[in-house]
């Protein structure tokens, strides 16, 4: 079992003669002769010593962790002067703030009489280095529990040593000499049940220099002497800028972060009948505020306003309406510690906790109230509660105006909600002749299905007209098609040209736009120009669906001819191309009839019209031009066979005319006996002779 470098702490204090001098940062006590007038001779002033503030300092240090993790964190003191001096032992009865302060009154301040000389700081880093040996009560417990993870216990510890260093070397001296004797009593270690080695060590030297002097040694960062032993170094002035660097180090030590809270009304306390807001600053675990750090939302996170080189959440004061707490939908309870405890306004926060009431946090938005955070005590302790901002599933559910899309609600939630359950996972075996995953297989549909997938109705024509050309956009996602399933897309785009011939609209939504919106030809050009790149998209399937595309550019092919020679057209070619429109119409009619009668009535039907040829045309054709079609540039499309097919169906079905039958050229002459008896020449086309054009495409008589 590992444990982190914050499970074992061991401050080693220098108690040296030198630690007894000033700290050059007096102490405001004189506040009676501020408000008199001038003649009166201020007190001489008054000066911590550099040992006092250090003492202070660690003990604040302490009074943070014991207030958030009573029993999970240790701490121990070391003095060290002419020898190594313990105040405290890993058991949890001494783990207070209270024992440490009796402690240090016995210990008193440092003695100014004894040599500079005889007094080491290397005994108090020695002496913690053989106190991270010992195991603590929940480490013993382990390697004595019989278990498998009583031979994984990994020892883990820090070191925070607050002297007075003389310069680099001197900085180079100390890490050697906690390095070397860790080296050393990890070899005791290998012989004694009651000691376990040392894993990793931190050591954090922090130089204190009186306030206002200049430091020869600077601030260094991490770094990794050994695979045993990491060094940092800190320089700070003493007073109260000493307390602020291990509040800092507090945060980084154990992964804590700060909370203020803004806006707390507080009565004055000159003024009973006035008030004003006051702001309250809380230390607690970083994980009270996990999703906000991964947002990091703006105009939240703030710098601290205690003076401190960190940053802090600002929350808002909001009085709750219920005192019941239980009723509140938490996601998780973290303790909290005011960063000043001695300040009034903190002092009035942990009071009206501890009366029982529960404090509501709000983040500050332009644009409704959040309320994230709840203050509450539980048996003595206080708490920082994380509420569920998220909807409940009680609630109705949000409108999509509310999401990161902004205020489009034309999204296609539907078709959405269709395909997440096309794609759901559900476990699954691997065939034995398979070598692809399902999960593979999974991964490659999804691929295929995202291809082109519009996520607001206003961005798609062929996604709001699925009833005209399923089950094409279907079929076409699947990684193979078979003959079958390439009939039933090309059967889909037909039925898309039979719409467009008859000119019928298509389902354009008319969401946003004003006026009449773009015409109907314009319409059908953004739906063939997207059904095209929807196909284009999966050509490289398979050989199956570049027929499909095929199909698509035939059917689009005589479209686009027509609409660029549309200009040079006369009177008689538009009559053409609207007699053309309509046997294509007729065709594709007889077609989808065709389809839907069923195999044996598919059979009497092709059998009736072997054996009687001679029954009544369902259509007449005007020429012999019309029985063979002309075969197009291109390959010919399903519809151009079945047109020909009927039209050589219907042309067996009547008896063609006898003066075509007889005729030479394309006219055939009417009445030819009636030049015989008038004695006129029938070739020489005198005003009797009557001439037929028996062209396709005129119907002119001449």
């Given at each position: ?424 996972l559900a476990p699954g075996r691997t065939q034995p002749r398979d070598s692809t995953l399902p999960i593979d297989k999974s991964k490659s549909q999804l691929e295929r299905m995202t291809r082109l997938w519009p996520m607001v109705i206003g961005d798609t024509i062929i996604f709001n007209m699925l009833s005209h050309l399923d089950p094409l956009p279907s079929l076409i ?132 019209e072997k054996s009687s040829p001679d029954s009544p045309p369902a259509k007449k054709f005007k020429g012999k031009s019309d029985l063979i079609s002309k075969p197009s540039a291109g390959p010919q499309s399903l519809l151009t066979l079945w047109t020909n097919r009927i039209r050589a169906t219907h042309a067996m079905r009547h008896q063609e005319f006898a003066g075509r ?42």
């Open positions: 079992m590992s444990y982190p470098h914050s499970h074992k702490t061991v401050f080693v204090l220098d108690h040296s003669p030198q630690l007894s001098e000033p700290s050059s940062q007096p102490v405001d006590f004189d506040i009676f002769n501020k408000t008199r007038g001038p003649g009166i001779i201020p007190l001489a002033p008054v000066m911590k010593t550099l040992w006092t503030c250090n003492v202070e300092a660690a003990v604040e240090y302490c009074r943070i962790v014991y207030d958030l993790f009573p029993t999970q964190k240790l701490v121990r003191f070391i003095t060290s002067d002419t020898k190594a001096t313990l105040l405290n032992s890993w058991a949890q009865d001494e783990q207070s703030v209270n024992q440490l302060m009796l402690r240090f009154a016995t210990i008193g301040q440092p003695n100014v009489r004894q040599n500079q000389k005889n007094c080491s700081i290397m005994h108090g880093l020695g002496q913690a280095v053989e106190i991270l040996c010992q195991p603590t009560t929940k480490q013993h417990e382990i390697r004595t529990s019989f278990t498998e993870e009583a031979s994984t216990v990994l020892n883990r510890g820090r070191i925070i040593c607050m002297t007075l260093i003389n310069s680099d070397a001197h900085i180079r001296m100390l890490e050697d000499c906690v390095l070397d004797t860790l080296i050393e009593h990890n070899k005791l270690t290998a012989s004694s049940d009651n000691l376990i080695p040392i894993h990793h060590c931190e050591l954090e030297l922090i130089h204190v220099v009186p306030y206002g002097e200049k430091s020869a040694v600077t601030s260094s960062p991490r770094r990794e002497l050994s695979p045993l032993l990491a060094s940092e170094t800190h320089v700070t002035q003493s007073g109260r800028y000493v307390a602020i660097r291990l509040v800092e180090l507090v945060q980084k030590h154990f992964g804590l972060f700060s909370t203020t809270v803004t806006g707390i009304p507080m009565k004055e306390e000159q003024n009973a009948s006035s008030s004003a807001n006051y702001d309250v600053e809380l230390l607690h675990s970083a994980e009270a505020h996990g999703e906000l750090l991964k947002s990091d939302k703006e105009g939240m996170i703030v710098p601290s306003k205690e003076g401190l080189n960190t940053q802090t959440v600002a929350l808002k004061w909001c009085t709750p309406k219920s005192n019941t707490i239980e009723l509140q939908n938490c996601t998780g309870a973290h303790r909290i510690t005011p960063v000043d405890v001695y300040s009034r306004p903190s002092s009035c926060l942990t009071n009206f906790l501890l009366s029982g009431r529960a404090v509501m946090l709000e983040q500050p938005r332009k644009s409704g109230k959040i309320m994230s955070h709840m203050l509450a005590s539980h048996g003595g302790e206080i708490y920082i509660h994380i509420l569920n901002t998220a909807r409940s599933i009680l609630e109705d559910p949000p409108s999509i105006s509310e999401g990161c899309g902004g205020r489009v609600t034309d999204y296609r939630i539907t078709d959405f909600g269709e395909f997440m359950k096309e794609n759901r996602v699947k990684e193979h098609l078979d003959n079958d399933e390439v009939l039933e897309c090309k059967k889909a785009i037909y039925h898309v040209v039979g719409m467009e011939s008859r000119n019928e609209p298509l389902p354009v939504p008319a969401l946003g736009t004003r006026g009449k919106g773009p015409k109907r030809e314009e319409q059908y050009r953004q739906m063939w120009a997207e059904l095209e790149s929807f196909i284009r998209g999966h050509v490289s399937s398979s050989s199956q669906h570049q027929k499909v595309l095929e199909c698509l550019l035939e059917c689009r092919r005589p479209a686009e001819d027509g609409s660029k020679g549309k200009k040079q057209t006369d009177k008689g070619s538009v009559k053409e191309e609207k007699m053309e429109i309509g046997e294509t119409d007729l065709a594709v009619k007889e077609l989808e009839r065709y389809q839907r009668l069923t195999e044996r009535e598919k059979h009497d039907l092709n059998k009736a039958l007889q005729s030479s050229g394309s006219k055939a002459e009417l009445y030819p006996h009636m030049n015989e008896e008038n004695g006129g020449d029938p070739a020489s086309g005198g005003a009797v002779n009557t001439g037929m054009n028996i062209n396709k495409n005129t119907k002119k008589q001449t």
